[in-house]
Every structure is written in structure tokens, then in C-alpha cells.
């Protein structure tokens, strides 16, 4: 017999901290974003749309997309979704065909401090 | 516009108000996450807790096989600076012998983050361990003497990489390279040699593809999965014992989510000194800064 006591004490504990936590705070990563990260879309999207894995807080809570030059070509401020806290929204000016970086900072509830940038493309490449 | 929650008030006040409040993250440097490997200590302070490490060591020259269970845990006293403490139970059978059974021993320490550097995805740590003697069963492995292990930890993702080359962003290299001092060089007739220990672990992260390179369409549970290859090896160069290396490579897979990690990798040993056949572990590991992140999940202070 392989250390029975041993096992059942780990899994309880184990088990006793998983069940202590409160649920909803951890970072927030990006879960998907429209348009993808990293593709090529045919037509000029009206606004980059993440979406996250946690509940965003919005003073704390930014997005940019620029072109390759550097130049912002969002027509206003990253806005969370009052529907859904998890949704992070840039609207955009009308974009040509080019690369387009986005670049966010995400704070969560619990004042966790998420980052990361990402690509995609107008028109074909 | 937006209604902030009294959760989410208190969040910003504290951001606002008090330099450094923010919670710290476990592993982050930049837009990389590190996750917690299981051979190679992390280069980051943490609120952490491994619990079980579950290990099924290659079977040794003598025939004997191993089975561990440890623990251990990581906590924040200020937000560069912590406390690690951590044990092992082992299961040893040896044929035609006794089964040996006890713990192998109790190890602490210290760690302090030398530098987070954001923008390369970079991270350095240093760190003071000690194995304590007769913490444990001596039949089990514990040592009968103390050894204090100074240890350099460093991380590096590939994130900074030329555009041209975006399916290596992914990658990451995790490290550290330690000195094992004896505090006595002989007990009970043995000569306790002074060990060099290096391991790497090359981390190839899902999520990294999907968030910042490009969105490849694989779900749960991929998206979220890191597999990697750990590497460690002791060397000791004194007192008789030198040129007996030893070490395993460790392939495997960490599954990252929110609050916890899965990890499970093979044991293969390097050299028969190391044992022979395959090995196995696996650990479940707790992320406390998500799960507890108003009280042990928490910095004791914040200087």
C-alpha cells in the first residue's frame, strides 16, 4: 500500500485551500479578441474587441491600437462593456491597409496588473 | 457609464492611493507569464503552495525505487522579498529489503527579486537555501548534517525576438545554478562533498502564442497549456566525490489556469549513476496572490 495517509492528508488540504478561495479574483488574460490576434481581416473593422478572462476595472484599464507608424487611429478611449465588465472595446477611425498594434494594460478587481500587445492586419498581406 | 463595485472602489483606491498596493503577480514579467516548473526554481518571489508534488523517482542501481510526496510553500514579506519552506515524505522499496519510509528532510529559504524587466521579459533572483539536519528519517535520505545552498535563479522569454521570427516568441529559458556548503564536511565516517547544481528548464507557452503572436483556435485546454523540458544536474567536486554527476531531463506539460496549475513530466536519468528506466511526477500548485488576495495572499508588508 503506497502512503495512504499521506495522500488523503495532501489531497485535503489541497482540496481545503481550492474550496477557501473567494471565486472571481485572479488576472485578467486575454481570452480572444475580434479581430483575432494575428490575422488578416479583408475589410476595416469599426472597433478592436477584447475580451477577458476576469472582471476589468475601468480607471485602471487601457487599450491602444497604432499603425506602424506609431500613430493612434483609435476614434476614442478603450470602453469597458457595462454589460459585461470582462469586455474591453476601442473604437476606430477608418483604417487602411496596414498592420495595426494592439497594445493593453489591464487591471482586475483584486488590483492584479495584467499587460500584452498583439497584431492584425487590413487587407490582404 | 460605468458603475464601479465597492470591490472594484477598493480596488482603485488602493492603486491610487498607495505605491506599490497593487497585488503582486506571480511570475509576470511584461506580457510574459512564467509558470511555476516543478524541477528548476522559479526566478520570481511569489505567494505560492505546492501541494502534493507527487514523485515516482527511476528505479536506482541497487533496485531500489522511491516514491516521494512533498509540499512546500512560498510567502511574500515584502513585495521583492520571501520565505520558502518546503518537505518531502518518501516511500522506499528495496527488494529484499525492509521498506524504508520518512521524511527526507526540512529545507527553508530566502529569496530576494533582483530585477523584473518588463520590456525583454526578464527576471533575476537570489536565494539562500538550507537543508536542516535531522529533520527527517536518515534511512529515508535525510541528511544527518545542515548544508546551506546559495542559489542564482534567472528567466528570460523570447517575446523581444525580430518580427520575422514570431513562431519563437513563444519560448522562454528558465535557470538557476546553486553551491551546496556543507556546515560539516564529515559525519558518521562520510565525507559530505560541496555539490554544484544547475538546472534550465525551455518553456514553449500556449498562451504566449495565442494572446501576442496569433490566435491558432485551440480551446480549453490547450489554450492554456505550456509544454516545456527541464534539465538538472548535481555535481560534486570535493572530498572524493568528484566526476559522479547526476541529473534527469524532464519532459512534460503545465497546464496554467486562474488559480492553480497541473504539471506532469517524465523522469529520464541522464546517466546510470541517476538510475535507469522512466520516472514520473506530477503537482498541483497553488497561485495564493489569486486565491487568498486579501490576506495570505498579501505581502506581510509593503516596504
Same mark, same amino acid.
Given at each position: 500500500?503506497? +502512503?495512504?495517509?499521506?495522500?488523503?492528508?495532501?489531497?485535503?488540504? +489541497?482540496?481545503?485551500?481550492?474550496?477557501?478561495?473567494? +471565486?472571481?479574483?485572479?488576472?485578467?488574460?486575454?481570452?480572444? +479578441?475580434?479581430?483575432?490576434?494575428?490575422?488578416?481581416?479583408?475589410?476595416?473593422?469599426?472597433?478592436?474587441?477584447?475580451?477577458?478572462?476576469?472582471?476589468?476595472?475601468?480607471?485602471?484599464?487601457?487599450?491602444?491600437?497604432?499603425?506602424?507608424?506609431?500613430?493612434?487611429?483609435?476614434?476614442?478611449?478603450?470602453?469597458?462593456?457595462?454589460?459585461?465588465?470582462?469586455?474591453?472595446?476601442?473604437?476606430?477611425?477608418?483604417?487602411?491597409?496596414?498592420?495595426?498594434?494592439?497594445?493593453?494594460?489591464?487591471?482586475?478587481?483584486?488590483?492584479?496588473?495584467?499587460?500584452?500587445?498583439?497584431?492584425?492586419?487590413?487587407?490582404?498581406? | 457609464?460605468?458603475?464601479?463595485?465597492?470591490?472594484?472602489?477598493?480596488?482603485?483606491?488602493?492603486?491610487?492611493?498607495?505605491?506599490?498596493?497593487?497585488?503582486?503577480?506571480?511570475? %509576470?514579467?511584461?506580457?510574459?507569464?512564467?509558470?511555476?516548473?516543478?524541477?528548476?526554481?522559479?526566478?520570481?518571489?511569489?505567494?505560492?503552495?505546492?501541494?502534493?508534488?507527487?514523485? !515516482?523517482?527511476?528505479?536506482?542501481?541497487?533496485? *531500489?525505487?522511491?516514491?516521494?510526496?512533498?509540499?512546500?510553500?512560498?510567502?511574500?514579506?515584502?513585495?521583492?522579498?520571501?520565505?520558502?519552506?518546503? *518537505?518531502?515524505?518518501?516511500?522506499?522499496?528495496?527488494?529484499?529489503?525492509?521498506?524504508?519510509?520518512?521524511?527526507?528532510?526540512?529545507?527553508?529559504?530566502?529569496?530576494?527579486?533582483? %530585477?523584473?524587466?518588463?520590456?525583454? &521579459?526578464?527576471?533575476?533572483?537570489?536565494?539562500?537555501?538550507?537543508?536542516?539536519?535531522?529533520?527527517?528519517?536518515?534511512?529515508?535520505?535525510?541528511?544527518?548534517?545542515?548544508?546551506? *545552498?546559495?542559489?542564482?535563479?534567472?528567466?528570460?522569454?523570447?517575446?523581444?525576438?525580430?518580427?520575422?521570427?514570431?513562431? !519563437?516568441?513563444?519560448?522562454?529559458?528558465?535557470?538557476?545554478?546553486?553551491?551546496?556548503?556543507?556546515?560539516?564536511?564529515?559525519?558518521?565516517?562520510?565525507?559530505?562533498?560541496?555539490?554544484?547544481?544547475y538546472g534550465f528548464a525551455v &518553456? $514553449? #507557452?500556449?498562451?504566449?502564442?495565442?494572446?501576442?503572436?496569433?490566435?491558432?483556435? !485551440?480551446?480549453?485546454?490547450?489554450?492554456?497549456?505550456?509544454?516545456?523540458?527541464?534539465?538538472?544536474?548535481? #555535481?560534486? %567536486?570535493?572530498?572524493? $566525490?568528484?566526476?559522479?554527476?547526476?541529473?534527469?531531463?524532464?519532459?512534460?506539460?503545465?497546464?496554467?489556469?486562474? $488559480? %492553480?496549475?497541473?504539471?506532469a513530466e517524465m523522469i529520464i536519468?541522464?546517466?546510470?549513476? #541517476?538510475?535507469?528506466?522512466?520516472?514520473?511526477?506530477?503537482?498541483?500548485?497553488? $497561485? !495564493?496572490?489569486?486565491?487568498?488576495?486579501?490576506?495570505?495572499?498579501?505581502?506581510?508588508?509593503?516596504?
Open positions: 500500500m503506497v +502512503a495512504p495517509r499521506q495522500i488523503t492528508a495532501a489531497a485535503v488540504i +489541497a482540496a481545503a485551500v481550492a474550496l477557501g478561495a473567494r +471565486a472571481g479574483y485572479a488576472h485578467a488574460f486575454l481570452d480572444h +479578441a475580434s479581430p483575432a490576434v494575428g490575422s488578416t481581416v479583408p475589410s476595416p473593422p469599426a472597433a478592436v474587441t477584447m475580451w477577458f478572462t476576469q472582471q476589468l476595472e475601468p480607471a485602471f484599464t487601457t487599450a491602444v491600437v497604432t499603425d506602424t507608424a506609431g500613430d493612434n487611429v483609435g476614434a476614442g478611449a478603450a470602453k469597458i462593456d457595462p454589460r459585461d465588465p470582462a469586455e474591453l472595446q476601442v473604437p476606430l477611425k477608418p483604417l487602411s491597409p496596414g498592420t495595426y498594434t494592439v497594445t493593453w494594460h489591464a487591471l482586475s478587481v483584486d488590483t492584479h496588473r495584467t499587460q500584452g500587445h498583439f497584431t492584425f492586419d487590413v487587407g490582404q498581406r | 457609464m460605468h458603475r464601479i463595485s465597492c470591490r472594484g472602489l477598493a480596488a482603485v483606491a488602493a492603486v491610487a492611493l498607495l505605491p506599490g498596493a497593487e497585488a503582486l503577480a506571480h511570475g %509576470f514579467a511584461g506580457d510574459r507569464f512564467f509558470p511555476a516548473t516543478i524541477l528548476t526554481d522559479d526566478p520570481f518571489v511569489a505567494d505560492e503552495m505546492s501541494l502534493p508534488t507527487i514523485t !515516482l523517482n527511476p528505479t536506482q542501481s541497487d533496485g *531500489s525505487r522511491e516514491l516521494d510526496i512533498g509540499s512546500d510553500l512560498s510567502a511574500l514579506i515584502t513585495p521583492n522579498w520571501d520565505f520558502t519552506i518546503g *518537505s518531502d515524505w518518501a516511500h522506499i522499496r528495496t527488494p529484499a529489503l525492509p521498506t524504508v519510509t520518512g521524511g527526507t528532510g526540512l529545507t527553508t529559504g530566502t529569496q530576494y527579486q533582483l %530585477f523584473i524587466n518588463a520590456e525583454h &521579459e526578464a527576471m533575476a533572483l537570489a536565494d539562500l537555501d538550507v537543508t536542516w539536519r535531522n529533520t527527517g528519517n536518515l534511512s529515508a535520505g535525510a541528511p544527518d548534517f545542515t548544508t546551506l *545552498s546559495p542559489t542564482f535563479d534567472f528567466g528570460k522569454g523570447f517575446g523581444d525576438l525580430p518580427d520575422s521570427l514570431p513562431w !519563437l516568441k513563444p519560448l522562454a529559458l528558465t535557470g538557476n545554478i546553486a553551491l551546496d556548503f556543507p556546515v560539516q564536511t564529515k559525519t558518521n565516517g562520510m565525507q559530505n562533498p560541496n555539490d554544484v547544481f &518553456e $514553449y #507557452s500556449i498562451p504566449y502564442l495565442q494572446d501576442e503572436v496569433k490566435d491558432v483556435g !485551440l480551446g480549453p485546454p490547450f489554450n492554456r497549456m505550456i509544454p516545456l523540458v527541464e534539465f538538472a544536474l548535481t #555535481s560534486p %567536486f570535493n572530498r572524493g $566525490y568528484g566526476g559522479t554527476t547526476s541529473g534527469t531531463v524532464q519532459p512534460g506539460v503545465i497546464w496554467a489556469g486562474q $488559480y %492553480f496549475q497541473v504539471g536519468p541522464t546517466n546510470s549513476l #541517476s538510475g535507469h528506466g522512466i520516472g514520473g511526477v506530477v503537482q498541483l500548485h497553488f $497561485y !495564493l496572490d489569486d486565491l487568498f488576495p486579501h490576506s495570505i495572499g498579501r505581502p506581510i508588508s509593503q516596504w
